[in-house]
Nanobody, 121 residues
Framework: QVQLVESGGGLVQAGGSLKLSCTPS????????GGWSRQAPGSELVAQIK?????DYADSVKGRFTISRDNGKNTVYLQMNSLEPEDTAVYYC?????????????????WGQGTQVTVSS
């Protein structure tokens, strides 16, 4: 019963920065891949980190946001710089996680509960 715990959201001024984190609450083997999406209420995939470490970003955040992974802490981060009011949204992390089961290792996808990011002018 893996759950993803998100933190780091809040209220910031335009031009400011926030760093979001996402970590599984239960024991896992490893994080296979991860991503961050936002809903405002329209949904948008903003960043992904693949199993090999490659990262991809939506054009709307490219150059401002950085997704990273700390394998030792089993945590995925989203560093958000130069925030704009248009970045205001609820941000959700999504991780593909390798977990150990009675039948062996399997990969499952999990979603975080969401964290509010509000950027004021």
């Amino acid at each position: 019963q893996v759950q993803l715990v998100e933190s780091g959201g809040g209220l910031v001024q335009a031009g400011g920065s926030l760093k979001l984190s996402c970590t599984p609450s239960g024991s896992i083997v490893s994080i296979v891949s991860g991503g961050w999406s936002r809903q405002a209420p329209g949904s948008e995939l903003v960043a992904q980190i693949k199993s090999g470490g490659r990262t991809d970003y939506a054009d709307s955040v490219k150059g401002r946001f950085t997704i990273s992974r700390d394998n030792g802490k089993n945590t995925v981060y989203l560093q958000m710089n130069s925030l704009e009011p248009e970045d205001t949204a609820v941000y959700y992390c999504n991780l593909a996680v390798a977990v150990a089961t009675s039948y062996g290792i399997k990969t499952s996808s999990y979603w975080g509960q969401g964290t509010q990011v509000t950027v004021s002018s």
